[in-house]
């Protein structure tokens, strides 16, 4: 059974600090990118970093770049994304997803597994 659950959410102040975790279970971690979206209320599912198989590669959307470190650590079946100088547009249900191929990393529907999500609310 695929399993991925995500931990580390909760409530920060703005200019604060979060690690997400993902943990996967039920496949093979290691053949499969792995990727954050987000979702606030209202809006649609939003891209927020990816990381390639071997962890080498990785990609951020442009509001998060330099703020936010997506890594991984094939080992343990995890991938974690740091979050840095949080702000208030950052609050949203951040979910982890998998893909064994991808085309479009940026794309949810290139996305084979999803997790529940974890809540990260920012206040100002």
């Known amino acids: 059974q695929v399993q991925l659950v995500e931990s580390g959410g909760g409530l920060v102040q703005t200019g604060g600090s979060l690690r997400l975790s993902c943990a996967a279970s039920?496949?093979?971690?290691?053949?499969?990118?792995m990727g954050w979206f987000r979702q606030a209320p209202g809006k649609e599912r939003e891209f927020v970093s990816a990381?390639?198989?071997?962890?080498?590669?990785?990609y951020y959307a442009d509001s998060v770049k330099g703020r936010f470190t997506i890594s991984r650590d094939n080992a343990h079946n995890t991938v974690y994304l740091q979050m840095t100088s949080l702000e208030p547009e950052d609050t949203a249900v951040y979910s982890c997803?998998?893909?064994?191929?991808?085309?479009?990393?940026?794309?949810?529907?290139?996305?084979?597994?999803w997790g529940q999500g974890t809540q990260v609310t920012v206040s100002s």
């Open positions: 997803a998998a893909a064994n191929s991808i085309v479009r990393i940026e794309d949810p529907w290139d996305y084979d597994y």
């Open positions: 990381i390639r198989r071997g962890g080498l590669t990785t």
């Open positions: 039920g496949f093979t971690f290691s053949r499969y990118a």
